[in-house]
């Protein structure tokens, strides 16, 4: 079977910076692959070159197996892409459904139908309460759940989550795990950049470790997460050692 996405020998340097150097890897279809990697390691900036934030230098990133590479974010969330950002940012004066119509309108102009979709977008995200809350009034944990939605309502084929549990308590953690494989269930494909390592065990079918931009595993997480170089590019050489 075609993977959903195939990113092959993808590099970009921001000026004397390697941020992703050489980095080839797929998401099967209805799959969840965690993008992990210590800080600074290009997991956004990966994100950013699928989702059409930044051009790659080399390399092609296929939907499908079109090349997609180098597509202007409207094209790529055209294309089937949704994305969450690991800073959200919704529209604060507008209500949580006005804000999920932000997404339908991607896909739909019909505002009456918008409007429909927002509601029962509200309602899987366990927001139906709060469907006319301003955003602003909402909680951090709650924003997340918005930004989630927003990207929902534009349909995607394949979504791209980035740090969606950030700052969050341990039983929303566990909340926006049941949500993600809820979103897996309507056979949304999707890639997860996370730091909290149970989400990631908890959640990915695969993951790939990124290190100073280079690929350096992947696998099941099980698997990955016990490699002496994984360890040693998250706690560095002398933990390594002193486990050896
Ligand atoms: N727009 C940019 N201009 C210049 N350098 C950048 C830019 N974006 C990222 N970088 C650099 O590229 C490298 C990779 O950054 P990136 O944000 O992709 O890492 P990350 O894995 O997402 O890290 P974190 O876990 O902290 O979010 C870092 O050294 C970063 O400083
Ligand atoms: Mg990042």
Redesign the pocket.
């Known amino acids: 079977m075609t993977p959903i996405l195939e990113l092959a020998n993808v590099s970009k340097r921001?000026?004397g910076?390697q941020?992703?150097k050489d980095a080839s890897f797929s998401v099967g279809q209805g799959e969840i692959l965690g993008l992990i990697?210590?800080?600074?390691?290009?997991?956004?900036?990966?994100f950013n070159m699928i989702a059409g934030f930044f051009k790659p230098d080399t390399g092609t990133i296929r939907l499908e197996g079109k090349d997609i590479a180098g597509k202007k974010p409207w094209e790529i969330c055209e294309a089937g892409i949704g994305r969450t950002f690991?800073l959200s940012k919704p529209f604060g004066d507008l209500t949580v459904v006005e804000n999920l119509m932000v997404g339908g309108f991607a896909r739909n102009r019909d505002r009456r139908v918008n409007r429909e979709k927002a509601e029962e977008m509200s309602a899987f995200l366990g927001m139906a309460a709060k469907r006319n809350i301003e955003a602003n009034n909402l909680t951090a944990f709650d924003r997340r759940k918005l930004e989630l939605g927003r990207a929902l309502c534009t349909e995607p084929k394949l979504l791209l989550m980035d740090?969606v549990v950030a700052g969050a308590t341990p039983s929303e953690a566990g909340e926006m795990v049941e949500l993600v494989l809820k979103v897996r269930a309507r056979g949304i494909s999707i890639l997860i950049?996370e730091?909290v390592m149970k989400v990631i065990m908890s959640l990915s079918d695969r993951v790939v470790v990124?290190d100073y931009?280079e690929m350096i595993a992947s696998g099941p997480p099980k698997e990955v997460v016990s490699q002496p170089a994984v360890l040693k590019a998250y706690f560095g050489e002398r933990y390594v050692q002193s486990r050896a």
Do not use: D, S
């Open positions: 921001f000026g910076i941020a992703v990697g210590p800080n600074g390691a290009g997991k956004t900036t990966a690991q740090e950049v730091h990124l931009g």
